[in-house]
């Protein structure tokens, strides 16, 4: 069972960044726990699927030739955009998934629980 978007656009309506992920230390401890586990300092192509407002994409960028974040919701991936938009290496989408999974999806896929 998924959680039904009209959830999601009601935070988003509330704030820009409705779960302060670039403010909260738990969110910042589980990005930096998330990159160290990866196993090698690069990669020439990712996938962060439920981006929301990229903060993690930033961060994830930095190790990446290419990276490809997405989320179903338009105002995530408009601030996600507006974050990594110095980031020629960052492609953000609108896409749902599983429904549209990228056609060539890189095999890293960065994913993350709230």
Known sequence: ????PTYFEAMYARAVDPW??????????????TLASLPRPRYRAAFEPGCSVGVLTARLAERCDHLLATD???????????????????????????DEWPDGAPPVQALTAG
């Open 1 to 4: 069972m998924s959680t039904p």
């Open 20 to 33: 302060d992920l670039a403010g909260r230390w738990y969110e910042q401890r589980k990005y930096a726990l």
């Open 72 to 98: 179903r919701m338009p105002a995530a991936v408009v601030s996600a955009a507006e974050r990594t938009r110095v980031l020629p290496q960052v492609e953000v989408r609108s896409l749902t998934v599983p």
